[in-house]
């Protein structure tokens, strides 16, 4: 079953169990997936284009989280938690720091790496390795700690 079918699924899950959170979250990934796939035509909309668009949406929810808490507006911020939590659910498993801090080492060694200056190329490597695995802020701050930088 392939991610877009799934979500599908869930949605008719939703919709029978009136779960109405879970339900327009999901709805919103299927508008995402529209959107996307009109921007691609005519060419048809891969499981990793899929992939793409939800961890989109997944940064979004963090950001928002972060500037509702800011502002001091935690009932915003925890349904946006919420939804963060079910869009997490269709991602692949996220590698953790320890992970994260290996594979910027191993990168290092294999660059060359001993600047600021290669931070780009390090990231760059990075994620290509981690098959999007990995956090980009996390790895960006362990990078920067790694390099020297602030």
Known sequence: ??????????????????DS????????VQSAFKNR???LRPEPMSEDECITVIKKLAKQRKESIEQFQAAGRQDLADNEASE???LEAY???????EQIEALVAQVMSETGASS????????KAVQAKSGGTADNKIVSE?????LGGK
């Open 84 to 86: 963060l939590k079910m």
């Open 21 to 28: 959170l879970k339900l327009n979250a999901l709805r919103m």
């Open 37 to 39: 796939e009109i921007e």
């Open 142 to 146: 362990v990078v920067k700690a790694k």
């Open 116 to 123: 600021i200056k290669d931070m780009g190329t390090v990231m």
């Open 1 to 18: 079953m392939s991610l877009r079918e799934k979500i599908v699924h869930d949605m008719k899950e939703a919709m029978r169990a009136k």
């Open 91 to 97: 991602l692949p498993a996220q590698m953790s720091r």
